[in-house]
């Protein structure tokens, strides 16, 4: 009785859809982590096996892991055996809270508890910061679970498989396939429609994209941006962009030139092709130009 | 190493008085201080006393963003507006990020060997703050140059993105030269050490207490055997500390560089020379 107490209100259900049989999607905003969205910028989802469910990304606080939860409980009944992470950031992982009391396993890639480690605390500051009140409950919840290279997590006639990659949007990326309709979650791999940060690698994006294109998926969800069937071809845009950003910085370290000049030019060429480009652009070359001039 | 620092502080003494202070500041709150107490007037007795600061213009200049595009790599020019010669020259030039846990960034000392006397570097940035460069020319006056940058929470933000290839590559150096090296005259050149530079202020990957800070102490870069700049960093440097500076062959030679961190662990390396004569 005293655990029902502690239970929190009743959160509206998130609006979900379904994208193939048994994969729920919901589509987050293209913008900033805010108090009105709660942090609801990322691809957040679940898939529903004949035994339980499997979360992929819980949102970005608390909040939104609750409406999560509800638009889960109006689907299914089933257990909630896994939230799967795909990396370490704040819009992907702070609805981790709104599940604690199911006690799945928090999975992630091996390299996702250091990552934790290194980053919760400062991650979560950030966010009690930026969403104010609207974080409330959002807590750090590190991985129970984690994958070294492949895993596969059987819902009841119903595996995923999750991938374990090399460096590249972040040193610890796993990405999710359903076999069974086919959809891979790629997690933060792919952007659709907003620029791609790089906090991890970009040479290492480029060569973790190119083992992608081997999945024959049917379907892919981008951590950011629309789903669709036009796979592998919904990583071409992505990799123009990567390719240019690799392509420019090392032309201005050829000649030379400064971090302050490969910002100033660098990707010029993209800038109208993605949402959110002069916000993330000119981080994305100093990241990248840190790697690349120990080339 | 003789301690060419400020008057009455090295910069280690500096930094251990401001750490306690720094962890307070470590997150956001610092933004809101900032905007309360300026701590330029008690940075400006403890590391100058009374003497008189003029303003920079024709002898130093600096160059930042007015917001970071990351708030831990966060590029700084600082260039001399004088040329550098044996009867005047700048001797140092103190960097220092008023609201940043340790205010001094790093001491720059220079010669007339120094060339045009421009450094860039790369630092972090806690809070909203001005941004100065203090020089001192060798006849003993001061000049400042200052700027205002908008970045907050470069010194806690988490370090390396890719922590396994940062530890593998730690100590070593690379240096870009531009070609051809001219005789004679300045030449710039670029140093890049890779080191975590720990702050003190990020949070150790397994026992999620703070990662001691460890960083780049000394840096001594030499051309044959005259000292072209000597470097004394601390928290705030970026990750991988990077070093833009210049220097004038005479002749033929070898840039020597020397590292001492905090552990007393020194990395050194050569790179030979070959100006082209006459050009």
Same mark, same amino acid.
């Given at each position: 009785m005293i655990l029902a107490l502690a239970v929190p209100a009743r959160a509206e259900p998130l609006p979900v859809r379904e994208v193939a049989k048994g994969v729920y999607l919901y589509q987050g905003a293209h913008g900033e982590a805010t108090a009105e969205n709660h942090g609801g910028i990322a691809n957040i989802g679940f898939v529903v096996g004949d035994a339980s469910v499997a979360v992929i990304d819980s949102g970005g606080s608390a909040h939104q892991g609750r409406r999560l939860h509800e638009a889960i409980r109006q689907v299914t009944d089933l257990p909630i055996r896994y939230v799967i992470n795909t990396h370490v950031h704040p819009d992907h992982i702070f609805g981790n809270a709104a599940f604690l009391a199911d006690e799945p396993d928090f999975v992630g890639h091996a390299k996702l508890p250091r990552a934790v480690a290194a980053r919760g605390a400062y991650y979560l500051e950030g966010l009690k910061q930026r =969403? *104010? $009140?609207? $974080? @409330? *409950? $959002?807590e750090v919840v590190p991985p129970s679970l984690t994958v070294a290279e492949r895993l596969d997590l059987d819902l009841g006639d119903r595996v995923l498989r999750l991938t374990a990659h090399r460096t590249a949007h972040t040193d610890h990326d796993l990405s999710v396939y359903d076999a069974v309709t086919g959809t891979l979650f790629a997690g933060d791999l792919l952007f659709r429609e907003r620029v791609p940060v790089v906090d991890g690698s970009l040479k290492g994006w480029l060569n973790v994209m190119s083992e992608l294109r081997a999945i024959e998926a049917r379907r892919v969800v981008p951590g950011h941006g629309t789903p669709t069937a036009d796979w592998p071809a919904a990583l071409d845009r992505q990799e123009s962009y990567l390719r240019l950003l690799r392509d420019e910085i090392r032309a201005v370290i050829r000649d030379g030139g400064t971090m302050e000049q490969a910002v100033a $030019?660098? !990707? !010029? !060429? @993209?800038?109208? !092709?993605? =949402?959110l480009f002069d916000d993330y652009n000119p981080r994305n070359v100093v990241t990248a130009f840190t790697e690349l001039e120990w080339e | 190493m003789t301690r060419l620092a400020v008057p009455h502080f090295t910069l280690r003494d500096l930094w251990l008085s401001t750490f306690a202070a720094g962890l307070a500041l470590a997150y956001g709150a610092a933004v809101v201080a900032a905007a309360e107490d300026d701590p330029w007037p008690d940075l400006r007795e403890a590391l100058f006393e009374d003497r008189q600061i003029q303003p920079g213009d024709g002898v130093i200049r600096l160059e930042a963003p007015y917001r970071a595009y990351d708030a831990a790599i966060v590029p700084i020019t600082l260039a001399a507006e004088m040329p550098q010669t044996p009867e005047r020259y700048i001797k140092t030039i103190t960097l220092i990020i008023d609201n940043n846990p340790a205010p001094v960034a790093a001491v720059f000392t220079m010669t007339p060997h120094s060339g045009t006397a421009k450094i860039s570097t790369r630092v972090r940035i806690n809070a909203y703050t001005n941004v100065r460069a203090v020089a001192e020319t060798s006849d003993g006056m001061l000049y400042m140059a200052t700027k205002f940058v908008k970045a907050s929470g470069g010194c806690s933000a988490p370090a390396s993105k890719d922590q396994d290839k940062a530890m593998a590559r730690l100590g070593r150096m690379k240096l870009k030269q531009s070609t051809p090296v001219r005789l004679g005259q300045p030449n710039e050149a670029q140093l890049l050490i890779s080191h975590p530079n720990y702050s003190g202020l990020q949070m150790d990957q397994v026992t999620r207490h703070y990662i001691p800070a460890y960083f780049v102490q000394d840096v001594t870069i030499s051309y044959g055997n005259e000292t072209i700049m000597t470097v004394e960093g601390a928290i705030s440097l970026s990750e991988d500390p990077s070093f833009h500076f210049s220097f004038v062959p005479e002749g033929p030679g070898a840039l020597t560089v020397e590292v001492r961190d905090t552990e007393d662990a020194v990395f050194t390396r050569s790179w030979p020379v070959e100006p082209e004569a006459g050009s």
């Amino acid at each position: 009785m005293i655990l029902a107490l502690a239970v929190p209100a009743r959160a509206e259900p998130l609006p979900v859809r379904e994208v193939a049989k048994g994969v729920y999607l919901y589509q987050g905003a293209h913008g900033e982590a805010t108090a009105e969205n709660h942090g609801g910028i990322a691809n957040i989802g679940f898939v529903v096996g004949d035994a339980s469910v499997a979360v992929i990304d819980s949102g970005g606080s608390a909040h939104q892991g609750r409406r999560l939860h509800e638009a889960i409980r109006q689907v299914t009944d089933l257990p909630i055996r896994y939230v799967i992470n795909t990396h370490v950031h704040p819009d992907h992982i702070f609805g981790n809270a709104a599940f604690l009391a199911d006690e799945p396993d928090f999975v992630g890639h091996a390299k996702l508890p250091r990552a934790v480690a290194a980053r919760g605390a400062y991650y979560l500051e950030g966010l009690k910061q930026r =969403l *104010g $009140s609207a $974080s @409330e *409950g $959002s807590e750090v919840v590190p991985p129970s679970l984690t994958v070294a290279e492949r895993l596969d997590l059987d819902l009841g006639d119903r595996v995923l498989r999750l991938t374990a990659h090399r460096t590249a949007h972040t040193d610890h990326d796993l990405s999710v396939y359903d076999a069974v309709t086919g959809t891979l979650f790629a997690g933060d791999l792919l952007f659709r429609e907003r620029v791609p940060v790089v906090d991890g690698s970009l040479k290492g994006w480029l060569n973790v994209m190119s083992e992608l294109r081997a999945i024959e998926a049917r379907r892919v969800v981008p951590g950011h941006g629309t789903p669709t069937a036009d796979w592998p071809a919904a990583l071409d845009r992505q990799e123009s962009y990567l390719r240019l950003l690799r392509d420019e910085i090392r032309a201005v370290i050829r000649d030379g030139g400064t971090m302050e000049q490969a910002v100033a $030019s660098v !990707a !010029a !060429a @993209e800038r109208d !092709a993605w =949402l959110l480009f002069d916000d993330y652009n000119p981080r994305n070359v100093v990241t990248a130009f840190t790697e690349l001039e120990w080339e | 190493m003789t301690r060419l620092a400020v008057p009455h502080f090295t910069l280690r003494d500096l930094w251990l008085s401001t750490f306690a202070a720094g962890l307070a500041l470590a997150y956001g709150a610092a933004v809101v201080a900032a905007a309360e107490d300026d701590p330029w007037p008690d940075l400006r007795e403890a590391l100058f006393e009374d003497r008189q600061i003029q303003p920079g213009d024709g002898v130093i200049r600096l160059e930042a963003p007015y917001r970071a595009y990351d708030a831990a790599i966060v590029p700084i020019t600082l260039a001399a507006e004088m040329p550098q010669t044996p009867e005047r020259y700048i001797k140092t030039i103190t960097l220092i990020i008023d609201n940043n846990p340790a205010p001094v960034a790093a001491v720059f000392t220079m010669t007339p060997h120094s060339g045009t006397a421009k450094i860039s570097t790369r630092v972090r940035i806690n809070a909203y703050t001005n941004v100065r460069a203090v020089a001192e020319t060798s006849d003993g006056m001061l000049y400042m140059a200052t700027k205002f940058v908008k970045a907050s929470g470069g010194c806690s933000a988490p370090a390396s993105k890719d922590q396994d290839k940062a530890m593998a590559r730690l100590g070593r150096m690379k240096l870009k030269q531009s070609t051809p090296v001219r005789l004679g005259q300045p030449n710039e050149a670029q140093l890049l050490i890779s080191h975590p530079n720990y702050s003190g202020l990020q949070m150790d990957q397994v026992t999620r207490h703070y990662i001691p800070a460890y960083f780049v102490q000394d840096v001594t870069i030499s051309y044959g055997n005259e000292t072209i700049m000597t470097v004394e960093g601390a928290i705030s440097l970026s990750e991988d500390p990077s070093f833009h500076f210049s220097f004038v062959p005479e002749g033929p030679g070898a840039l020597t560089v020397e590292v001492r961190d905090t552990e007393d662990a020194v990395f050194t390396r050569s790179w030979p020379v070959e100006p082209e004569a006459g050009s």
